[in-house]
């Protein structure tokens, strides 16, 4: 439930503190006080557009700010902290969410889930989870097909949700063969044209046997054999120079000669000796620079034109690979996964086979699956009609019948049937559409009826009612306020109203007042009680306080508290004869 909400700056409301709590809340106020920005700021905590209009003219931006009652574990919970909030502990397993929403008159929006920064999107999840929000738009989307079966749905209760999640499965699986299939059949000469290309790329890469890198090696090869005369005189002089094999002094020669003169004198001083070792070092080095040398040259020698050929040779074989497939190194690789791919596309012929009979099997399930949630609607509808029928002669509309009706529809994802609520509002009438045939009261009723008895199959923790009571009164309107109190013994309820007889059975009041230049500040919105609350019934009876007035409002307020009283009883005696039976 909301325990609080703060606005600020929002439409004709400079501030305003509203305090929520348990059971039925009415918000009453003179007309533009800013009663509907309540659930404009409720709206923009639960994920709704922002809307910089709603910015208080002249401010530069808007800020509502609420706080949440929810369990500390769940859905809400995990949704939270998914989001990076988080939420306090407030005792008996519940915690508090902080949530905030703040509209710039420029139109930028941000939004705060449990102290951090969050997407409007993630309030919207949470809004899924924690309210239901009925204005005058949601009793038009009462006409629309989706919203009347899931209606019947949520009334339905766990058999239906087990039929519906099972048709689910089974649609999906329907769906994704019916798809794959789709594309194989469709797609047929191009997967052709793929397989016969495949095959020929790889017979081309299996022919000419490409090994990893073979490529850049062989371009080595190839210069360095273009330039072998080059290559052969630089090492030739280079051998030369370390080991000549004729009369001229070579590396090795002149560091023997060093080597040995050094020897020499290291009789007159020893340290000449150390240095005699490290020449000797270099002629060892000399002689084996000069035996690799000669192995290269040994090796150029044997190589020749022929060689060079070769290697273009295997160059031009491996060229065109390298061109078809970006790089040898890709061809290699198309070689080793092309296979699988190739067996694949030779085996659709089988495939559609198998998934033409996967498709038969696949749609054979979904045909129970849907019988069964056709079934389980059709058991459910007959008893939503029956208490919904009973609830609208609650909220004098005594001769009213509602039926609802379940015929096959369009195949979605929802199941294969159109579900229909009718309404004959008196005796002798056919029963019609509430999307053709119903008024705007009939509707605002048949709308309440409705979540009073899903309530008792499909609690849900808040709902928020913005002037349900439109284009009704006297009697209708008594039962309107009976039946919100009704259902705020399970849920919290909010009201936004402008009839005395629907607030009088609420129990926290609240009143929006303008202030004398028109705004709306933090002591214009006050927690009725005692002669103020009278006072307010009053002034929604006959627009004064006028002592017939008054005396009418504690004739209604001791009315409906006296109502209250006896549902708590017959509630605690329902409550005995369960632990007693």
Avoid: C
Avoid at 242 to 247: H, R, V, Y
């Amino acid at each position: 439930m909301i325990d609080e909400m703060r606005l600020r700056d929002l439409g004709v409301i400079a501030e305003a503190v509203l305090p929520m709590g348990r059971g039925f809340t009415a918000i009453t106020g003179e007309t533009g006080a800013g009663k509907t920005m309540v659930v404009t700021g409720l709206g923009l905590l639960l994920g709704q557009r922002a809307d910089s209009g709603a910015v208080r003219s002249g401010a530069p931006q808007a800020v509502v700010d609420g706080v949440w009652i929810v369990p500390s574990e769940g859905p809400v919970a995990d949704r939270v902290r998914e989001a990076g909030g988080d939420l306090e502990p407030a005792g008996d397993g519940t915690a508090a969410l902080y949530v905030g929403r703040t509209i710039s008159s420029e139109g930028r929006s941000r939004a705060t889930v449990g102290g951090r920064s969050a997407p409007a999107g993630v309030l919207a999840d949470l809004a899924d989870e924690l309210v239901v929000v009925h204005g005058q738009s949601d009793q038009l989307r009462l006409k629309s097909a989706a919203a009347q079966r899931d209606a019947l749905d949520r009334f339905g209760g766990e058999p239906i949700a087990e039929a519906l999640g099972a048709y689910r499965k089974a649609y999906e699986r329907w769906r994704a063969i019916d798809r794959e299939l789709t594309t194989l059949t469709t797609d047929r000469e191009a997967r052709t044209r793929e397989a016969e290309d495949l095959r020929a790329a790889l017979a081309a890469i299996e022919e000419a046997e490409p090994q990893p890198r073979e490529d850049e090696q062989l371009a080595q090869r190839a210069e360095r054999l273009a330039h072998a005369e080059e290559l052969r005189l630089a090492a030739a002089t280079a051998h030369e120079a370390l080991s000549s094999e004729d009369d001229r002094p070579d590396v090795a020669s002149l560091v023997g000669e060093a080597r040995r003169a050094l020897e020499r004198a290291a009789e007159q001083d020893a340290s000449l000796g150390d240095l005699a070792d490290q020449v000797a070092e270099l002629g060892y080095r000399a002689v084996d620079l000069a035996t690799a040398i000669a192995a290269y040259l040994a090796d150029l020698d044997e190589t020749g034109p022929h060689e060079l050929a070769a290697v273009e040779e295997r160059r031009a074989v491996l060229a065109p690979l390298i061109r078809a497939h970006g790089s040898l190194d890709a061809a290699i690789e198309l070689l080793e996964t092309g296979s699988a791919r190739l067996a694949e596309l030779d085996d659709d012929g089988d495939r559609v086979e198998r998934l033409t009979a996967d498709l038969e099997e696949a749609a054979s399930v979904l045909d129970d699956a849907a019988a069964v949630l056709t079934e389980r609607r059709a058991e459910a509808a007959q008893g939503l009609g029956d208490a919904v029928t009973t609830e609208l002669r609650a909220l004098a509309m005594p001769d009213a019948r509602v039926e609802v009706s379940v015929t096959p529809g369009a195949e979605s994802s929802a199941g294969r049937d159109e579900v229909t609520i009718l309404l004959a509002p008196h005796p002798g009438a056919d029963p019609r559409p509430v999307s053709r045939g119903a008024s705007g009261g009939e509707l605002s009723r048949v709308m309440l009826a409705i979540e009073v008895v899903i309530a008792s199959t499909d609690p849900v923790p808040t709902f928020v009612f913005d002037e349900v009571d439109a284009g009704i009164g006297g009697a209708a309107a008594i039962e309107v306020g009976r039946r919100l109190a009704r259902l705020a013994r399970s849920s919290q309820v909010i009201a936004v109203t402008h009839l005395a007889q629907v607030a009088a059975f609420a129990d926290n009041h609240l009143t929006v007042v303008k202030a004398s230049d028109g705004s709306v500040t933090a002591s214009s919105v006050r927690r009725l009680d005692g002669a103020d609350r009278e006072a307010e019934m009053a002034r929604l009876l006959s627009g004064s306080d006028s002592e017939a007035a008054l005396t009418h409002a504690r004739e209604l307020l001791d009315s409906a508290r006296a109502d209250h009283g006896d549902a708590a009883s017959a509630s605690a005696s329902s409550q005995a004869r369960v632990k007693t039976g």
